[in-house]
């Protein structure tokens, strides 16, 4: 088992590589330039050169994979371009908030799917299941952007009960945006209960 699982771990890495390689590619193929983009697009073009220079631009593709794939190990994402501020200093600034939604989405796809795929799988073919099952297949077909501006529109702006955004600190600031995150995951916590349980209830004991 233990030389399974160190097999499985070494094929992980030439994927990762690979990963790193497309990522990169794709950030050199995107339209922009960066030195442009920090220093406007009046800049003279002395100044965008020195930059380009001094941020690596006109080195080989190979020497900025190896230089990028170094700093990304020890997490130095280099600078944002709009703040200019560290990057790895914006993400420890929202990590906290992603967390805290993380967490509520999980707690709420389980406290709300398990027991919904229970009740399904106990009355299978009743009102309650029909409703519920067509509710989870809602819930995986719709995209999370729309329900996150439905619940905006429906629970924000007709009926007030929710602001639309903001982190001030109150429950009521978290409830829209762990539903929407939670959304798909409860109903696929409640389809895979409900098939479970009917597999269960089917056997003979």
């Keep these: 088992m233990l030389r399974y699982i160190i097999r499985r771990l070494l094929l992980v890495i030439p994927v990762l590589i690979g990963i790193s390689i497309f990522v990169f590619l ?5 339209p922009g330039d960066p030195a442009r983009l920090m220093l406007g697009e009046s800049a003279p ?16 593709l190979p020497v900025q994979y190896f230089r990028w794939l170094r700093k990304a190990l020890r997490l130095d994402f280099g600078r944002s371009l ?3 501020k560290l990057v790895t200093d914006e993400i420890m600034a929202r990590l906290p908030a992603s967390a805290e939604l993380a967490v ?4 709420i796809s389980v406290i709300i799917g398990v027991p919904v795929g229970i009740l399904s799988a106990s009355k299978p073919n009743s009102a309650f299941d029909n409703v519920a099952m067509v509710g989870a297949l809602c819930g995986i077909g719709m995209p999370a952007f729309w329900q996150g501006i439905m619940f905006i529109l429906i629970f924000s702006v007709s009926l007030e ?16 945006p762990a539903l929407t995150l939670g959304t798909r995951s409860m109903a696929g916590i409640a389809r895979m209960t409900r098939s479970s349980m009917l597999e269960v209830l089917q056997q003979d004991f």
């Design 26 to 30: 794709i950030m050199h193929l995107t």
């Design 45 to 60: 073009t002395e100044q965008l050169e020195q930059l380009r220079e001094e941020l690596g631009l006109n080195d080989p």
């Design 82 to 84: 709009r703040s200019k």
């Design 104 to 107: 509520l989405a999980v707690a």
């Design 161 to 176: 009960w929710f602001p639309s955004s903001g982190r001030m600190g109150g429950w009521q600031y978290y409830v829209l």
